[in-house]
């Protein structure tokens, strides 16, 4: 059996059923794969139904209906599949769509997922969508939002760009039906589709330019010496998509010249970048990074229906609503990344960490940590900790770090799950982006596992904090 064999597997489990439940997460790629999912299980007729959950634990299990239709976990489930035994769910029942680890579990629930083929690069979205396809080709329209679920849950990125089937398959598949539109040497900015092209440079991070990078005045000199038109005759200003061709070569010449007059390596100055051609100019929904954080903020905010609507099309009153939260959501992070900042961190040998308690929702905070790191020491991955609304006696941890210290053998999906484990807690996610859930009274030892078994990781891979 192969990881094709397991995709057509899934797909004549939910083509025998009578009704369908879809069980998923709130992030980017979650809704992506809810929307993909729900529409091609649609599209045959058969009875289907949501519920978004923002983790898989004893506390959210009894969402999940016990009745008669197929469970499909997407996005989760690989990793808790032990509630899904304790709850009495036979395999006919259960249907796991996933990229996480796996767990062990005495009853061999369906699955598939690309992990375990050595597919590290491709999100749940991605599985979700060949599913979809084997299910009916017709539904390669959807293969668009396979792509935003992707880099969404940052597959792209290590990479400069998707890869292995992800990009092989799922992107050429949106470029053949022209939803997608690849720029396959573009700059490796964020917000090119509707920020301010000064504002662009100087809020990235990756990679980081000394001088532009964290200064706006910077970023707009720059621009302003090397010649770049930055505003239109009526004064608005250019995004990078509205910048001339030449334009945007002078710019990246520059910004190479720059950084390598600073010692700098080049190979994270340039991404493959995917766009949406249909989609209208100077929105989020013009490119699959900022599709994606107009994703993460309506599920960080308790709405994920309103972003899975805008995947089938809703550009209405569900784009209005995402509009508002995406604001928030940006305003809100911002606030938390100067707390970072203002606050501090306390810094061990192998990381530095903050608690934040209750002043942010458990939603975001792992995206402030990873906003912050450019700020802080960016050798050292960061920890944030802050209080659970719904259950004051545990803990939620997020995790940051950067490619450099991934490449350097830190694995923080495996440092939260073991140290977690430990104390009665869990955790998941990826190398460079993880989190768990602790007991209250296990934080300061929790913190200094976790800065150890990162001393293991450097070690074991012949490097250190440097």
Sequence with gaps: MGFCDDVKAAAEQIAAAEEVTIISHIDADGISCEAILSQAISRME?????VFVRQLEPLTMPQVP?????????????????????????????????HHVSQPCERPYTQVNCLPYGYTRMSAAGVSYLVAKELDGVNTDLAGLAVIGNVGDMMAREKCGLVGPAR????????????????????????????????????????????????PEGAR?????IGVRQQAPDGRWYV?????????????????????????????????TYGFPFETPRTPLRNAQEYATMLNACGRWSKPQTGGAILRGDRGSAYRDAEHMLNNHRAIIRDLLQFIIDTGVKELENLQWLHVGGRYPDTIVGIGAGMALSRLNSSKPILIMCEVPEDRSLTKVSMRTNERVVERGVDLQQALNMASAEYGGGGGGHRIAAGAYIPKTAEQEFVQRVNR?????????GTGHR
């Design 66 to 98: 016990a009745d008669s239709s197929l469970k499909i976990f997407s996005d989760l489930g690989a990793g808790q599949q032990n509630l899904m035994l304790d709850r009495g769910f036979s395999e006919k029942e259960i249907l796991i769509i996933d």
């Design 453 to 461: 078994i990162l001393g293991e990781q450097f070690a074991a891979a």
């Design 168 to 215: 092989d398959i799922i992107v050429e598949d949106g470029v053949r039906y022209g939803s997608v539109e690849v720029r396959r040497k573009d700059l490796n900015c964020y917000g090119t589709a509707t920020r301010p092209l000064h504002l662009s440079l100087a809020y990235n991070d990756d990679p980081f330019i000394k001088g532009i990078s964290n200064n």
């Design 221 to 225: 000199q720059f621009l302003k010496r």
């Design 46 to 50: 058969i009875p289907v139904r949501s």
């Design 240 to 272: 990078w998509e509205e910048i001339p061709v030449e334009d945007k070569r002078t710019i990246i010449s520059a910004l190479a010249e720059q950084m390598m007059a600073n010692g700098q390596k080049l190979d994270r100055l340039l991404a493959e």
